[in-house]
């Protein structure tokens, strides 16, 4: 691939890093952007300096939604490399998100590479304590001024950091989590399958009514029978059963996790059996009842697993594993965690190291 010119207008840094990260709360100094219009294709590719963006009131994207999103991140490992994890996974994921709401596709290696440089530049803001990471943020929106309900002609592309704490500072913590059937996230044949605002709006007052009543979130049943499991929160989930491991088959209305994928991949090697299948919440209870539900899982970017203590569905309370991390989920936080941090060989090919160079400012 030809080196990819980028206009960079660079600040000072003020690299700053609190004691106490979060999550999503603090931005490095850089971001990149990119523009899209019929004529010019996606064209003036930059970094510059993370401000406010100019916004007309009518711009597209506000009113009707016309804009996709992913999460990935960056990790310092011991020797000082910077890795990204499948980043290139996630830009097909974002083109997929783009075609199902006429947004245009963007280049996935000219994606990569463009993050390599921005991170490059804000590279003394990715924390170096185990655990720590650099979340980011891709997303492209409808810029055009338009009030009809059309897709846009203008977008945008941008990329932004941010430096994240660990996900389980004191060690894995189960959640509590409530099945709904009061509410659906998405449905066969629409949004579910895209990284878009409108899947994120339609969880709110589900996650809301299930923390007013003690829960971390909710477990989502199909839109349509509300009787097969679909994904927890704002991750995909697995069914660890006496005898084989379940994950929902992709159905449309479920995300498609680069962790659960890689989590399927790992499981395969180690000779589990790992099916990909429609499981029903009835399904799970009768298996809790008999004494062949071992645990359930959570996987995205944001925890990597994240172990389910605490099961309600209607009246029914199910506590698995006494409210403690299962065997596998410790195993397979333990298998991605090391090799994010090159504690292990990364044997799947799956981080993409970024060159850590001189900036160039034109
Ligand atoms: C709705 C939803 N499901 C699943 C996931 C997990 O996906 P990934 O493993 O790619 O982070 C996410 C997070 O991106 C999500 O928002």
């Known amino acids: 691939m030809e080196t990819i010119q980028f206009k960079i207008k660079e600040r000072e840094s003020r ?6 990260l979060g999550f999503g709360k603090i931005f490095t100094d850089h971001m990149f ?3 899209y219009s019929e004529k010019l294709g996606w064209h003036n590719p930059t970094i510059r300096p993370v401000e406010d963006l ?8 506000i009113h009707y939604g016309q804009a996709v999103f992913e ?8 020797s000082g490399d910077v890795v990204l994890f499948r980043a290139d996974k996630h830009f097909e994921r974002l083109n997929n998100s783009s075609r199902k709401i006429c947004i245009p596709e963007i280049d996935v290696d000219f994606a990569v590479e463009a993050l390599k440089e921005l991170i490059n530049i804000d590279k003394d803001w990715i924390p170096t304590k185990h ?11 409808g810029v055009d001024p338009f009030l009809g309900v059309k897709p846009a002609k203008e977008f945008k592309f941008i990329l932004l950091l941010s430096p994240v704490a660990a996900y389980y500072p004191e060690g894995f913590k189960p959640v509590k989590i409530l099945v709904t059937d009061e509410y659906v996230r998405a449905v066969r044949k629409g949004l579910g399958d895209c990284k878009t605002p409108a899947n994120y709006a339609a969880s709110l007052m589900a996650g809301q009514t299930a923390i007013k009543k003690g829960f971390t979130q909710v477990l989502w049943l199909d839109g349509v029978e509300q009787k097969y499991i679909e994904e927890v929160g704002t991750m995909n989930i697995f069914i660890n059963l006496k005898n084989e491991i379940v994950t929902p088959k992709l159905n449309g209305s479920i995300l498609p996790g680069i962790t659960r994928r890689s989590v399927i991949e790992i499981l395969k090697e180690w000779n589990m059996n790992i099916v990909e299948r429609n499981i029903s919440i009835n399904e799970v209870v009768d ?5 062949e539900l071992v645990g359930v899982f959570g996987t995205g970017t944001a925890a990597i697993i994240s172990p389910v203590g605490w099961l309600t569905f209607k009246d029914k309370q199910m506590t ?21 941090y090159g504690l292990k060989e990364d044997t799947h090919n799956w981080l993409i190291h970024v060159e850590q160079k001189e900036v160039v400012t034109s």
């Open 54 to 61: 100019p916004v007309h009131p009518a711009s597209m994207f």
């Open 33 to 35: 952007e990119m523009d």
């Open 287 to 291: 298996a809790y009842d008999n004494g």
């Open 320 to 340: 698995l594993n006494d409210g403690q991390p299962g065997e596998l989920d410790k195993k397979l936080f333990e298998e991605l965690t090391s090799i994010h």
């Open 71 to 78: 999460g990935l991140k960056a990790f310092r490992q011991q």
């Open 131 to 141: 655990g720590e990471s650099l979340y980011i943020r891709p997303f492209i929106y």
């Open 15 to 20: 690299v700053e890093l609190p004691e106490s």
